[in-house]
């Protein structure tokens, strides 16, 4: 919409169709607008990041302006209790949450830094970078370490005088089918783990909040005071891929998950909140 040239990515295929589909529905009736290109990317493949790379970096306008912005917001969430876990399940996680972005940043290093004014990563982490759920172990360690790594870029690029800023944009939840998808997995898991010591515990929480979804009206899933809009998280991303000088991390928060955060200093925090949500 701002008129940039976009070059996105994402494992499925299909999801990238649609938003192409989206993207020109838009510009067909609003001038200005800017370019999409998509690409199909395994981020927890390393040779398919290079290759992608590759194809980056050989465009006529990278070779002459270098890049402007890159955005990591890819994410997968995988289920499991953290002492029994599936050593193949945290390698995909972790590659997909954080070894991609990780990379990224490394294979457009050059490009980022070559215009004349340096160029912004923005780095989407989570609510769940600062707090750990229950049973989403890998999920919050690529967070918590997608947060140390990008705080490690901006005090380097800092001692070295680089022209590359560094943001973490921070969403509570969000009015998506992301965080809602979980509960099928969750299911899938306990069925597929019926002797762990931590399944049946997993098992009632997971239950409890299937029946809070199928309850809850599409009025109160879009409740602001209870969830983020995508639009919000977006505008946020947004701001801090143009901002000369972004903050180290920016906050997108209901009302609901604002309270959260200074409740997590405290034990009552775990004997509660966690016991019933």
């Given at each position: 919409?701002?008129?940039?040239?976009v070059?996105?990515?994402?494992?499925?295929?299909?999801?990238?169709?649609?938003?192409?589909?989206?993207?020109?529905?838009?510009?067909?009736?609003?001038?200005?607008?800017?370019?999409?290109?998509?690409?199909?990317?395994?981020?927890?493949?390393?040779?398919?990041?290079?290759?992608?790379?590759?194809?980056?970096?050989?465009?006529?306008?990278?070779?002459?302006?270098?890049?402007?912005?890159?955005?990591?917001?890819?994410?997968?969430?995988?289920?499991?209790?953290?002492?029994?876990?599936?050593?193949?399940?945290?390698?995909?996680?972790?590659?997909?949450n954080l070894?991609?972005?990780?990379?990224?940043?490394?294979?457009?290093?050059?490009?980022?830094?070559?215009?004349p004014?340096?160029?912004?990563?923005?780095?989407?982490?989570?609510?769940?970078?600062?707090?750990?759920?229950?049973?989403?172990?890998?999920?919050?360690?690529?967070?918590?370490?997608?947060?140390?790594?990008?705080?490690?870029?901006?005090?380097?690029?800092?001692?070295?005088?680089?022209?590359?800023?560094?943001?973490?944009?921070?969403?509570?939840?969000?009015?998506?089918?992301?965080?809602?998808?979980?509960?099928?997995?969750?299911?899938?898991?306990?069925?597929?783990?019926?002797?762990?010591?931590?399944?049946?515990?997993?098992?009632?929480?997971?239950?409890?909040?299937?029946?809070?979804?199928?309850?809850?009206?599409?009025?109160?899933?879009?409740?602001?005071?209870?969830?983020?809009?995508?639009?919000?998280?977006?505008?946020?991303?947004?701001?801090?891929?143009?901002?000369?000088?972004?903050?180290?991390?920016?906050?997108?928060?209901?009302?609901f998950?604002?309270?959260?955060?200074?409740?997590?200093?405290?034990?009552?925090?775990?004997?509660?909140?966690?016991?019933?949500?």
């Amino acid at each position: 919409r701002r008129g940039w040239r976009v070059m996105a990515i994402d494992v499925n295929t299909a999801g990238l169709q649609k938003l192409e589909e989206e993207v020109g529905s838009f510009a067909a009736d609003n001038n200005g607008f800017g370019e999409l290109q998509t690409f199909t990317v395994d981020l927890s493949n390393e040779a398919a990041c290079e290759a992608f790379a590759e194809q980056v970096l050989a465009d006529e306008g990278v070779k002459e302006k270098g890049l402007d912005c890159l955005v990591n917001c890819a994410a997968m969430p995988l289920i499991g209790a953290t002492l029994s876990p599936s050593i193949q399940m945290l390698n995909l996680q972790l590659g997909v949450n954080l070894g991609g972005p990780l990379r990224l940043c490394r294979l457009f290093r050059d490009a980022l830094l070559q215009g004349p004014n340096g160029g912004n990563i923005v780095n989407v982490s989570s609510f769940s970078g600062t707090v750990a759920w229950p049973f989403q172990f890998a999920y919050a360690a690529s967070k918590f370490g997608m947060e140390g790594f990008s705080d490690s870029i901006r005090r380097e690029v800092t001692l070295a005088k680089l022209p590359l800023r560094i943001a973490l944009v921070k969403p509570g939840g969000i009015a998506t089918p992301f965080a809602f998808n979980q509960i099928e997995a969750s299911l899938k898991w306990a069925g597929e783990h019926p002797d762990d010591p931590f399944a049946s515990s997993f098992e009632a929480k997971v239950h409890r909040q299937a029946k809070a979804q199928r309850g809850a009206s599409e009025k109160t899933l879009n409740n602001p005071l209870l969830l983020s809009t995508a639009q919000s998280v977006a505008d946020c991303i947004y701001i801090n891929a143009v901002d000369p000088n972004p903050p180290a991390r920016e906050w997108v928060l209901s009302p609901f998950f604002k309270a959260l955060v200074p409740m997590a200093r405290y034990s009552i925090f775990n004997t509660y909140i966690f016991k019933y949500m």
